[in-house]
T-cell receptor, first 112, second 115 residues
Framework: KQEVTQIPAALSVPEGENLVLNCSFT??????LQWFRQDPGKGLTSLLL?????REQTSGRLNASLDKSSGRSTLYIAASQPGDSATYLC???????????FGAGTRLTVKP | EPEVTQTPSHQVTQMGQEVILRCVPI?????FYWYRQILGQKVEFLVS????????KSEIFDDQFSVERPDGSNFTLKIRSTKLEDSAMYFC?????????????FGAGSRLTVL
């Protein structure tokens, strides 16, 4: 059974810092991996999706990488802003199923 | 931008009552999902639906739960007899199913409170 772990559970940084969020998964037979953002009490907003054949995806200040063989993904946020404060979730879809398995998230606080 | 729409945004019900949560997926999407998130916990998969039938379900999705796509647009989750532990945020999601364009898009959620 796929297990997804996110480290750290919480992170607080000053505005302007570059930061890295980590995601690891136990079964490397994945179809894709998706990073989401969740604001308190709200739904999930998709940030980036990486197919299993890809190594990274970029969108604005966000860059997500994937190392399938080692079961790891990172989300890099450049020049962080207070508006980036949210919980960031990593989710993995396996090769042989339709559903996505989520990590518990990293709660990011960017201080002005 | 196309959205997944969920209603109601918040429902309060008494234990033992039936609840129906509604979702309108994005119109050209083929795969539909329900997830739930108990306060402070992980987002958990409940069920996936494709071609008018359940394709996968988790151990959480027991006989108290059912899903339907009654009219080709709405996708509903029914909980027959709610329990206190069913209190959670329920998210509907959908995706196209096309290779390379499989972003899973979530709705804003329906918060269910069982008293």
């Amino acid at each position: 059974k796929q297990e997804v772990t996110q480290i750290p559970a919480a992170l607080s940084v000053p505005e302007g810092e570059n930061l890295v969020l980590n995601c690891s998964f136990t079964d490397s037979a994945i179809y894709n991996l998706q990073w989401f953002r969740q604001d308190p009490g709200k739904g999930l907003t998709s940030l980036l999706l990486i197919q299993s054949s890809q190594r990274e995806q970029t969108s604005g200040r966000l860059n997500a990488s994937l190392d399938k063989s080692s079961g790891r993904s990172t989300l890099y946020i450049a020049a962080s802003q207070p508006g980036d404060s949210a919980t960031y979730l990593c989710a993995v879809r396996g090769d042989n199923n339709n559903d996505m398995r989520f990590g518990a998230g990293t709660r990011l606080t960017v201080k002005p | 931008e196309p959205e997944v729409t969920q209603t109601p945004s918040h429902q309060v019900t008494q234990m033992g009552q039936e609840v129906i949560l509604r979702c309108v997926p994005i119109s050209n999407h083929l795969y539909f999902y329900w997830y739930r998130q108990i306060l402070g916990q992980k987002v958990e998969f409940l069920v996936s639906f494709y071609n008018n039938e359940i394709s996968e379900k988790s151990e959480i999705f027991d006989d108290q739960f059912s899903v339907e796509r009654p009219d080709g647009s709405n996708f509903t989750l029914k909980i027959r007899s709610t329990k206190l532990e069913d209190s959670a945020m329920y998210f509907c999601a959908s995706r196209t199913g096309l290779t390379g364009a499989n972003v899973l898009t979530f709705g804003a959620g329906s918060r269910l409170t069982v008293l």
